[in-house]
């Protein structure tokens, strides 16, 4: 009993593969004897990593101290992407032992061979596993069903479908982990997105999920590739924060003072206040009124004006109440920041980024991209491509509204010199009036940015843009900053924002200003334009919205 339960572990296990018959992993490994013992005792089976020890290592632990085993070498774990993602499509894989570890999404059973689908989520394509009645294991086939786990070991071979260059010739399979096939959400038939997003702790095992956390993946990575090789310096800015950097209210607020010992939590009675009614936020955690963040600019700031070029990758929140497709109470924001730097280095900056981010998912996302290309959004490659490929422009504010009054076109929203542009604006310019090219539109007025943008010398405007993609709209905001302290305490006065609350901020332009500038970019955006996703709510694992966060 116990050596074969020895042997079924030895079977199963784990990440330490070896060749057998090429330099290509096959299912080979070694487990220390203290894994065959637990096996023996009936110990829960594994099906990942496993550790082996060595005799030195032991022979070293057991003359210094009790005896102990070495933690094995972690390997990168096979996927079917590592089989079936390169050019010839697995070609080269045929006659090789592999071992697939992943979930199932159909089985076909016929009368004497069935067809079971295999996906690991390492890309968009199934390892088709061909099982026949003498296959070890088939006896569990009834509970081979859409969403069960299995792991399938075999052979892999040429397949004779027009589907896939390869296959598994199936020696054995494992059942793993069940799935009532009565009661998975997601069968085999198209399911809407607005039903996905009532089980996104499934939605990642369909087609369209799967393809689309891939691709944020890629843009993450690459995002943070672009920023360290140019020299910048990440920085982790604080997501609990005392001062409003849009200076728009709309913030969430962190607070101890409600506690939820009680049943139902605090009654209002309980909450502490001061004689003219309000609340007391001494008694708080952190005395005082705290939110969480809105955006990590301008912490990200204070160690530009240190390091000169940063950037922030991380979580932002607002508290607006907009139940649109372009909306999230929670999302991610990239904003870098350049000391010694204007306006024109910011769009020049924001330009590279892009293109570069847009190119990495072309080069190395191609079967997902082509699943968007063909079932999401057709034509997004080309429209990718003239991002990656053509020139962007660039124009005033004052000429876009010239342009967009010049157009005769009778938009639902007013054009008018002093109101900001909105989404029907900005995608007019950038994909009727320069066809498709992204175009970043500078030097807005003053009074509908922010404070801490630089005033122009004209006494109207400031030195910010945005940069406008087709089918989006505006992608990235950003301006070169108020270096000026006159200035900034100016616009502070004038947007009845306290200059106690951001008396750090103005230290830095006490102790050794510099010109800087920056931008912001809605990382759940970016991942829309690139995937052609028509709702931001799907661009984002879990979606935070009014009224929703249930996962």
């Known amino acids: ?32 004897r203290t894994a065959l013992l637990a096996a023996a005792s009936g110990q829960r089976q594994r099906f990942c990593a496993a550790a082996q020890a060595s005799a030195p290592a032991v022979a070293a ?12 070498e972690f390997r990168k774990r096979l996927r079917v992407a590592d089989v079936k993602g390169g050019e010839d499509e697995g070609a080269a894989w045929v006659g090789k032992e592999l071992a697939v570890r992943g979930w199932v999404r159909t089985c076909r059973v016929q009368r004497t061979v069935t067809f079971v689908e295999v996906n690991d989520g390492s890309c ?25 786990s299995v792991l399938v070991e075999g052979v892999v071979a040429s397949s004779q479908g027009g589907k896939q260059k390869v296959e598994l010739k199936v020696s054995k399979i494992t059942v793993i982990g069940k799935s009532d096939p009565t009661s998975f959400p997601i069968q085999k038939k198209r399911a809407s997105r607005e039903f996905l997003r009532t089980v996104a702790h499934l939605r990642p095992r369909t087609n369209t999920f799967g393809a689309v ?4 993946n890629a843009l993450a990575y690459a995002t943070h590739k ?9 920085v982790s800015s604080p997501i609990i924060t005392a001062s409003d950097c849009e200076g728009a209210g709309e913030q969430f607020y962190v607070t101890t003072l409600l506690s939820n010992s009680a049943e139902g939590g605090s009654l209002l009675k309980d909450i502490p206040s001061t004689k003219d009614g309000r609340v007391d936020w001494s008694q708080d955690f952190f005395c005082k ?34 139940n649109t497709a ?3 109470a929670e999302f991610w924001m990239i904003e870098p920041e350049l000391a010694f730097a204007d306006l024109n280095d910011d769009m020049a900056c924001a330009t590279a980024y892009l293109q570069y981010v847009v190119k990495y998912i072309l080069d190395n996302c191609k079967e997902d991209m082509d699943f968007f290309n063909t079932w999401v959004e057709k034509g997004i490659i080309d429209r990718l491509n003239d991002v990656v490929e053509k020139n962007f422009v660039h124009l005033s504010y004052t000429d876009a509204v010239e342009l967009l009054l010049g157009s005769k076109k009778n938009f639902e929203f007013p054009v008018k010199w002093g109101l900001d542009l909105q989404s029907e604006h900005e995608r007019y310019i950038t994909e009727v009036a320069f066809g498709g090219r992204p175009v970043i539109i500078r030097d807005y007025p003053k009074e509908i940015k922010a404070f801490y943008m630089r005033q122009n010398d004209d006494g ?10 087709p089918r989006v709209g505006e992608l990235i905001g950003g301006s070169q900053r108020e270096e000026r302290l006159d200035h900034l305490e100016a616009r502070l006065d004038e947007q009845n924002l306290s200059k106690e609350s951001y008396w750090w901020y103005l230290d830095l332009r006490r102790y050794g200003s510099v010109p800087h500038a920056g931008f912001g970019l809605g990382f759940e955006r970016l991942v829309q334009f690139a995937t052609g996703i028509d709702n931001i709510r799907d661009a984002i694992p879990f979606p935070r919205v009014p009224g929703s966060a249930e996962f």
């Open 326 to 328: 372009r909306h999230l």
């Open 1 to 32: 009993m116990a050596a074969a339960a020895a042997a079924r572990l030895l079977r199963l296990a784990p990440r330490r593969l070896q060749v057998k018959t090429s330099p290509l992993p096959a299912l080979s490994f070694q487990l220390p």
């Open 289 to 322: 009124p705290a939110f969480l963040t809105v955006s990590g600019q301008l912490n990200g700031e204070t160690y530009a004006l240190a390091l000169s070029d940063i950037y922030t990758f991380g979580p932002t929140f607002r508290a607006e109440n907009s």
């Open 213 to 216: 956390t891939r691709v944020r």
């Open 124 to 148: 968009l394509s199934n390892m088709q596993c061909v099982l026949t009645p003498d296959t070890e294991g088939y006896d569990q086939i009834d509970s081979v069903t859409t969403g069960a």
């Open 226 to 234: 672009f920023f360290q090789d140019n020299g910048f310096v990440w």
């Open 460 to 469: 109207k405007t400031v030195a910010a843009m945005d940069l406008l993609v």
């Open 61 to 72: 632990a057991a003359a210094t101290g009790p005896a102990g085993e070495a933690v094995g």
